[in-house]
């Protein structure tokens, strides 16, 4: 597996100190952000609480968790995460406004929060309310754990103001390279006692946690290190009108900056901000296709529905038009901060050229044509020169991080270019560079051509793959199409001709004819050298198999075959396939049918609950869960043979969280179901929501309506599926 760059060490001259800084879980109950680009503050939620904010883009997260405690002061500190039940939801099914309500286990308070962010600067605003269920007078504080520009090891810290109203928590990075991220905390009606501390035995939490008192109050982190902030919340303790608080985290390049926002944003009063905030999602909504932007498929899911229109909308990130992150999140071990893999964080927060064609694709059947054509340019204006590919990943500002090559997120660019009519001389010259690419591909330690690729779509096989092969059908055709209408003849002839002659070899390159899972015909996940009925053996990856014959290892990834009209819906290799899958890899959940990636996939939780790690192959010490986005091909796919795919649809809604967001994975009915991790068929400690789970649900509705899949074109449907 490709692993990111890794972090660079802290100046010399002030060392980080404190414990190591690492990110939240993954399994977020919410994401939101404001739809204006004027506000590019983004945050999840997890456990009750606050977790990773995002700013200023969605590459970078800057805070690890914004968290209240509850304490009497003698018997008891609670805090959100650890000692309170949790419950999230929106509000408005219009908007990603949140609240959360986090209640004391034994009954004595409740905790109800509402988090926006304010559309007209840089600032996160959250209301409280403390509610005293006993009559008891109790305290409220806050625990901030800023990880400024993407870590949490070089950070300093102080306290600024001198009355409580105008005090603030301010920090700053002390290790940016460029530009720089501050945060600055204020409260109303105001901030009482107040710590800045390195995360360990002496910080604020664990000072009040020890005693239920702030004995220590340092005034400024001066050397960087991970800090922890802390402070009261004056004025609060839960009883008669001393209940509400609303907290404005501000940021900015530097403390005066983020103070500006915070202090500005908490002028204004916390209703009129989320009045706004709604109002803006509102009108996104109303703008797509349908009524209320909701397809007539999908009154049964209306909920998860806009739910995924909203998360699609907000992935995108503000600088950057067009770069659309796939999760907010960093699962496992991506948030471990592991030197030469996880650190600096990246991983899910990062854009793909793939998945990037999946949320185009979702975006332009919903209706936002503009954002989808914000999708291609900015795909082109990150493509690779002077070769003509495209990062295997990247930054929003479009900066490589990992650097494997995977032909499919060569061709998909172009197949979007031409679904949304990017197909002017301008797009043209990154579409012929990109088809120039792939035709002239040559892997350089195999030597095999095109349509063998270094990478499929799950990022750890080289060979030749079904899903790939379509992409790569697709594309050529389309470049051959926009080709054409910019008079390049020659050209238009020359990707026809690699298109037909990849169509052709297509099932002698990746369809078994004596493998064991069946005794006709099938599908492989792909063959490694090009001989599909051959025992060919390799590495699974993920700690599977260090191994397997190859025709014993199927994927539901060849259903892009049909969705993309490279093979008609009915082609018997495609549904003697579908048997074997179904038999392989389908799994039965109280919410519906999900999928497996692959045979023998290891990536997902422990057998014990634990999270997803690198293991050695043949380990076998995790396991590939189910997946939505699965489910939502499969209803295309239904939808494309003339069958009704409203039932796949249903069963992704109900993945869905209480906050309405979906998984990458669901858990799969292997033991542990229940604890220590989740329900069968709901999601796990995977990346959550994953953007591309809530496109399939997206895409699905659509192709539900339409009757055919959305992203099929006729132009290679024609020529090869009917």
């Given at each position: 597996?490709?692993?990111?760059?890794?972090?660079?060490?802290?100046?010399?001259?002030?060392?980080?100190?404190?414990?190591?800084?690492?990110?939240?879980?993954?399994?977020?109950?919410?994401?939101?952000?404001?739809?204006?680009?004027?506000?590019?503050?983004?945050?999840?939620?997890?456990?009750?609480?606050?977790?990773?904010?995002?700013?200023?883009?969605?590459?970078?997260?800057?805070?690890?968790?914004?968290?209240?405690?509850?304490?009497?002061?003698?018997?008891?500190?609670?805090?959100?995460?650890?000692?309170?039940?949790?419950?999230?939801?929106?509000?408005?099914?219009?908007?990603?406004?949140?609240?959360?309500?986090?209640?004391?286990?034994?009954?004595?308070?409740?905790?109800?929060?509402d988090v926006v962010t304010d559309p007209r600067r840089d600032a996160l605003r959250v209301r409280v309310r403390l509610e005293s269920l006993d009559g008891a007078?109790?305290?409220?504080?806050?625990?901030?754990?800023?990880?400024?520009?993407?870590?949490?090891?070089?950070?300093?810290?102080?306290?600024?103001?001198?009355?409580?109203?105008?005090?603030?928590?301010?920090?700053?990075?002390?290790?940016?390279?460029?530009?720089?991220?501050?945060?600055?905390?204020?409260?109303?009606?105001?901030?009482?006692?107040?710590?800045?501390?390195?995360?360990?035995?002496?910080?604020?939490?664990?000072?009040?946690?020890?005693?239920?008192?702030?004995?220590?109050?340092?005034?400024?982190?001066?050397?960087?290190?991970?800090?922890?902030?802390?402070?009261?919340?004056?004025?609060?303790?839960?009883?008669?009108?001393?209940?509400?608080?609303?907290?404005?985290?501000?940021?900015?390049?530097?403390?005066?900056?983020?103070?500006?926002?915070?202090?500005?944003?908490?002028?204004?009063?916390?209703?009129?901000?989320?009045?706004?905030?709604?109002?803006?999602?509102?009108?996104?909504?109303?703008?797509?296709?349908?009524?209320?932007?909701?397809?007539?498929?999908?009154?049964?899911?209306?909920?998860?529905?806009?739910?995924?229109?909203?998360?699609?909308?907000?992935?995108?990130?503000?600088?950057?038009?067009?770069?659309?992150?796939?999760?907010?999140?960093?699962?496992?071990?991506?948030?471990?901060?592991?030197?030469?893999?996880?650190?600096?964080?990246?991983?899910?927060?990062?854009?793909?050229?793939?998945?990037?064609?999946?949320?185009?694709?979702?975006?332009?059947?919903?209706?936002?044509?503009?954002?989808?054509?914000?999708?291609?340019?900015?795909?082109?204006?990150?493509?690779?020169?002077?070769?003509?590919?495209?990062?295997?990943?990247?930054?929003?500002?479009?900066?490589?991080?990992?650097?494997?090559?995977?032909?499919?997120?060569?061709?998909?660019?172009?197949?979007?270019?031409?679904?949304?009519?990017?197909?002017?001389?301008?797009?043209?010259?990154?579409?012929?560079?990109?088809?120039?690419?792939?035709?002239?591909?040559?892997?350089?330690?195999?030597?095999?051509?095109?349509?063998?690729?270094?990478?499929?779509?799950?990022?750890?096989?080289?060979?030749?793959?079904?899903?790939?092969?379509?992409?790569?059908?697709?594309?050529?055709?389309?470049?051959?199409?926009?080709?054409?209408?910019?008079?390049?003849?020659?050209?238009?002839?020359?990707?026809?001709?690699?298109?037909?002659?990849?169509?052709?070899?297509?099932?002698?390159?990746?369809?078994?004819?004596?493998?064991?899972?069946?005794?006709?015909?099938?599908?492989?996940?792909?063959?490694?050298?090009?001989?599909?009925?051959?025992?060919?053996?390799?590495?699974?990856?993920?700690?599977?198999?260090?191994?397997?014959?190859?025709?014993?290892?199927?994927?539901?990834?060849?259903?892009?075959?049909?969705?993309?009209?490279?093979?008609?819906?009915?082609?018997?290799?495609?549904?003697?396939?579908?048997?074997?899958?179904?038999?392989?890899?389908?799994?039965?959940?109280?919410?519906?049918?999900?999928?497996?990636?692959?045979?023998?996939?290891?990536?997902?939780?422990?057998?014990?609950?634990?999270?997803?790690?690198?293991?050695?192959?043949?380990?076998?010490?995790?396991?590939?869960?189910?997946?939505?986005?699965?489910?939502?091909?499969?209803?295309?796919?239904e939808v494309a043979a003339g069958r009704d795919g409203t039932a796949y649809l249903a069963t992704i809604a109900a993945a869905a969280g209480a906050g309405d967001?979906?998984?990458?994975?669901?858990?799969?009915?292997?033991?542990?179901?229940?604890?220590?991790?989740?329900?069968?068929?709901?999601?796990?400690?995977?990346?959550?929501?994953?953007?591309?789970?809530?496109?399939?649900?997206?895409?699905?509705?659509?192709?539900?309506?339409?009757?055919?899949?959305?992203?099929?074109?006729?132009?290679?449907?024609?020529?090869?599926?009917?």
């Amino acid at each position: 597996m490709p692993v990111a760059s890794p972090a660079a060490p802290p100046p010399p001259d002030r060392p980080a100190r404190g414990e190591k800084s690492t990110w939240t879980e993954a399994d977020k109950a919410g994401f939101g952000t404001a739809r204006t680009r004027r506000s590019r503050v983004w945050f999840t939620l997890q456990r009750g609480r606050v977790s990773e904010v995002f700013a200023p883009d969605l590459s970078t997260p800057s805070v690890r968790n914004l968290e209240l405690v509850v304490t009497d002061g003698r018997t008891f500190t609670d805090r959100e995460s650890t000692d309170m039940t949790h419950a999230t939801s929106r509000p408005d099914e219009l908007s990603l406004r949140f609240r959360q309500v986090n209640t004391d286990e034994d009954g004595r308070y409740r905790l109800v929060k509402d988090v926006v962010t304010d559309p007209r600067r840089d600032a996160l605003r959250v209301r409280v309310r403390l509610e005293s269920l006993d009559g008891a007078a109790y305290q409220l504080w806050v625990v901030h754990d800023p990880a400024l520009d993407n870590g949490g090891m070089d950070d300093r810290g102080r306290t600024v103001g001198g009355d409580r109203r105008g005090r603030a928590l301010v920090a700053h990075d002390a290790g940016a390279e460029r530009g720089g991220v501050a945060t600055a905390l204020v409260a109303r009606p105001g901030l009482g006692p107040t710590s800045n501390a390195v995360a360990g035995p002496r910080d604020g939490w664990r000072d009040l946690r020890a005693d239920h008192r702030l004995d220590r109050r340092p005034v400024a982190l001066r050397r960087a290190g991970n800090l922890v902030q802390v402070g009261r919340v004056a004025g609060v303790d839960g009883r008669g009108e001393r209940q509400r608080a609303v907290l404005t985290l501000g940021f900015g390049t530097d403390e005066a900056d983020a103070r500006r926002a915070a202090r500005t944003s908490r002028r204004e009063a916390w209703a009129a901000t989320a009045e706004r905030y709604d109002r803006q999602w509102h009108r996104y909504l109303a703008g797509l296709r349908g009524p209320g932007g909701v397809p007539a498929a999908a009154e049964t899911v209306r909920r998860t529905y806009l739910s995924s229109a909203l998360v699609l909308a907000a992935a995108e990130d503000k600088a950057h038009p067009g770069a659309i992150i796939a999760s907010p999140s960093a699962p496992w071990v991506w948030g471990d901060e592991v030197p030469d893999l996880s650190s600096p964080s990246g991983a899910y927060h990062l854009v793909w050229a793939r998945d990037a064609y999946e949320f185009g694709t979702a975006l332009w059947a919903m209706g936002d044509r503009r954002a989808a054509r914000r999708v291609v340019d900015w795909l082109f204006e990150v493509q690779q020169r002077p070769d003509g590919s495209f990062p295997q990943n990247s930054t929003v500002d479009g900066e490589p991080v990992w650097d494997e090559l995977q032909l499919d997120e060569v061709a998909l660019p172009i197949v979007l270019a031409r679904l949304t009519g990017r197909t002017g001389p301008r797009a043209w010259a990154g579409v012929r560079r990109a088809a120039d690419f792939v035709a002239g591909f040559r892997d350089p330690e195999t030597g095999r051509r095109a349509p063998y690729s270094p990478q499929e779509r799950w990022e750890n096989q080289a060979g030749y793959s079904p899903n790939t092969i379509a992409g790569l059908v697709a594309g050529m055709v389309a470049a051959a199409d926009i080709a054409r209408q910019n008079g390049a003849r020659a050209d238009a002839r020359r990707y026809l001709r690699l298109a037909d002659a990849w169509q052709a070899r297509l099932k002698r390159l990746t369809v078994t004819r004596n493998g064991p899972l069946a005794d006709t015909a099938y599908f492989l996940r792909l063959s490694k050298d090009g001989h599909p009925s051959r025992g060919t053996r390799y590495a699974i990856g993920d700690g599977g198999p260090a191994a397997v014959d190859q025709r014993r290892v199927v994927d539901p990834s060849f259903l892009t075959l049909t969705r993309l009209g490279v093979l008609p819906a009915d082609d018997p290799v495609v549904a003697s396939t579908l048997r074997v899958v179904d038999r392989e890899l389908r799994v039965e959940t109280p919410n519906g049918p999900f999928w497996r990636r692959f045979s023998f996939d290891g990536y997902g939780e422990t057998r014990s609950g634990g999270q997803w790690r690198i293991t050695e192959d043949g380990s076998r010490e995790t396991l590939g869960r189910a997946w939505p986005l699965l489910t939502g091909e499969r209803g295309e796919h239904e939808v494309a043979a003339g069958r009704d795919g409203t039932a796949y649809l249903a069963t992704i809604a109900a993945a869905a969280g209480a906050g309405d967001v979906i998984s990458e994975q669901v858990w799969d009915g292997r033991a542990p179901t229940g604890r220590p991790c989740c329900p069968a068929g709901e999601g796990t400690r995977a990346a959550t929501p994953l953007v591309w789970s809530h496109a399939a649900l997206v895409r699905l509705a659509w192709t539900i309506q339409q009757g055919r899949p959305v992203d099929q074109q006729e132009v290679v449907a024609r020529r090869y599926a009917r």
